[in-house]
């Protein structure tokens, strides 16, 4: 997932423009030694745990660990930063995925499910990665009605147009594209 946002986000944007600690995080995603020396020094120290049981081998972070990082970039206010760059990096691999709604895809959308949740729920750490998740979103429900789970697309839909009417205001949230994309998925589902 990291791998594949950093591909998207470079393609997109370049590495112009970064903070120097996003710019380093970019480069050592996109370095294949440089990544896997990172992830083994993370497991010699116990920071995370390799779990090959799934169909997508992935990475665990204790909830304490997770706690602690949270805390520690709050205290020294990179917090905005990195939720801004987290955000950009999980949203721009989900997009990589293609159409939710195909079975084929399936798979590839749940692995994102729990991410794109978590980001959603920190979304009042950055005042600039509002918008993002909500698009995000927008393609988490269309798999969640794609695979019949209607009532938590409905609630997901209802959230996204809350959210949308917090950041934009009634008057301009009617005249917004993507929410009237929402609110007629929420609709048709």
Not at 25 to 48: G, K, M, Y
Not at 59 to 76: A, C
Not at 116 to 142: F, H
Not at 163 to 183: C, P
């Amino acid at each position: 997932m990291l791998i594949t946002g950093a591909k998207a986000v470079i393609e997109k944007q370049g590495l112009p423009t970064r903070s120097p600690s996003t710019a380093s995080l970019l480069a050592l995603i996109q370095s294949p030694v440089a990544c896997q020396n990172a992830i083994t020094q993370f497991q010699a120290r116990c920071l995370v745990t390799y779990i090959s049981n799934s169909r997508s081998p992935t990475f665990r972070m204790h909830d304490l660990i997770q706690l602690v990082v949270l805390e520690n970039t709050r205290s020294s206010r990179v917090d905005e930063e990195l939720f801004d760059f987290a955000v950009e990096l999980v949203c721009a691999a989900f997009w990589r995925i293609g159409d939710p709604e195909l079975p084929a895809r399936w798979p590839q959308c749940e692995l994102f499910i729990p991410h794109i949740q978590s980001l959603s729920v920190r979304q009042a750490i950055s005042s600039k990665s509002k918008q993002t998740p909500l698009l995000a979103n927008n393609r988490r429900g269309l798999y969640l009605l794609s695979r019949g789970r209607f009532v938590e697309a409905e609630s997901l839909y209802e959230s996204v147009v809350a959210d949308k009417d917090q950041l934009l205001g009634s008057r301009d949230l009617r005249l917004d594209s993507d929410t009237l994309t929402v609110m007629y998925n929420l609709v048709s589902g």
